[in-house]
Every structure is written in C-alpha cells, then in structure tokens.
Nanobody
C-alpha cells in the first residue's frame, strides 16, 4: 500500500494551496483518510479526517473554517484545500489512511498507512 501526497510548496500568508493524496493497492472507502502535520520541533498533530462510508468530516480547531477536506472514493484519493494560510501552518503534511473506521480519528496511532509527507511553507 502506498499513499502518494503532492501539492506542497511555498505560499505567502493569506494564500491558498491544495494538497492531494492518492492511495494505491488498498481501499479506504470503509475507513478513513486524512492529514496530520508536523512543524519543526513540534509534535505531530491532527489536521483533518474524512470517513469514507458516511462522508463525515473532522477538523482541528486551528484549521476549521480555513481548510476543507474532500475525497473521491472512486479514485481512492483525498484532497485538502487550504485557505488563508498562516505562518503557523508551516509544516510537513502527511496523508494517512485506515481501512476500517475508528472513532479515534485524531490519534496518529490509529492509522495504518502514512504517506511520505509534503512540505508546506507559509512565509513572506
């Protein structure tokens, strides 16, 4: 199973980016896909997750109303639209997947599969 993330880059404060993640060799349509991030010197933190079978979405308080998560089960893909980016959003963003849904969507230990990470830098 491989999760391939893309879309990171350098953006000015207030700008937008779209991250994409495509999974191969495994379906997460009955589970969850989402994103975590890790800034330099900080713990890995939950960003957003989406439940495949119910299409319910969950966001951390720090990104709610600025980030939007969506998924395409047919493509086994998940997308993170990020708007009004702030310097504190700077981090490596990791795509994650879990085959069967579990309520512990905010816990990194809950996820079986991780992508390689894509760097988002918000700076003027």
């Amino acid at each position: 199973v491989q999760l391939q993330a893309s879309g990171g880059g350098l953006v000015q404060p207030g700008g937008s980016l779209r991250l994409s993640c495509t999974a191969s060799d495994c379906s997460f349509s009955r589970g969850a896909m989402g994103w975590f991030r890790q800034a330099p010197g900080k713990e890995r933190e939950f960003v957003a997750a989406i439940r495949g079978d119910a299409n319910r979405k969950y966001y951390s308080d720090s990104v709610k109303a600025r980030f939007t998560l969506s998924r395409d089960n047919a493509k086994n893909a998940v997308y993170l639209e990020m708007h009004n980016l702030k310097p504190e959003d700077t981090a490596v963003y990791y795509c994650v997947g879990r085959v069967i849904w579990n309520i512990m969507y905010y816990d990194p230990a809950n996820y079986n599969y991780w992508g390689q990470g894509t760097l988002v830098t918000v700076s003027s």
